[in-house]
């Protein structure tokens, strides 16, 4: 999309925060991403190199005749949503940190909060949405990053859980007696093929692993997908986030063939693991997605 000087256009201020990486982007309400900025995640001060980031946005949106209509925040859990509060497992510097009110206060702009995961769907609902592709009546995304983690859309809207934490499909137990887990448990999907529980299994980055470490973690992700999809009757899958994208075709084709493969019931035969259309640029699709969404659901998301 051009940005015209004759009339303002509309978009959402988007920011993903992850353990590794932090984006702040602006997307327009036709899903263009018309500003990004991308830095590694400081271990200290991460407040000031965020601030400085979404202040370079708003400072860009203004020159460019931006209408920024509110702001969607992804993060990386455990959060509080109801009082904006994040305590992110791969952010140390944030412990209880009232990240949505440091933000209004930035931006004069409504911010909506939500889990990174919980973000990817919506950004892949909207890619649908927009390209008048079929929209399956129960989909889910997949989050495979630092953390593991899933969305989950039925009938349009977003599956919350008694307290906003369902789609935590990184503590599937995959593995009987497995590697220890954050959360207490053994074999949780997440202690296997999350970035940094690869780089304990290959004692160096998990983006160096060879073709038999990623068919391994692909195997196992079909698996924990094949038992999320018998419990929900869901078969369209997405993946993303940078271990999953960043493994490529062998990890997304042994995730279908496991997937397959445990998924024996007829309802589940068509199931399917594809990449999230929005590929790199997905998390900050669904900060925007989380922004437009809140607006089209008053109520709590
Ligand atoms: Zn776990």
Redesign the pocket.
Known sequence: MSVGTASNVDAYLAVDIGGTKISVGVVSTMRTVLYESRILTPPINVWGSLAEQVANALKWSARNGISLLSCGVGCGGPMRVEDGVVSPLHIPDWRNFSLVQAMQQLTALDVILENDAKALVLAEHWSREQNAAAVPAVMMSVLVSTGVGAGVMAGGKLMMGRTGNAGHI??VIVQENGNM?????RG?L??HISGPAIERAIGAAASTANVHTRVVAGTLLGQAIASVAAMMDLTDVTVGGSVALGFGKEFLEAAQASARQHAGLSFLKDLTISAVADRSLAPLVGAAALAKYSVEHASRL
């Open positions: 990184g503590h887990c954050a959360c207490g448990a949780c997440e202690a």
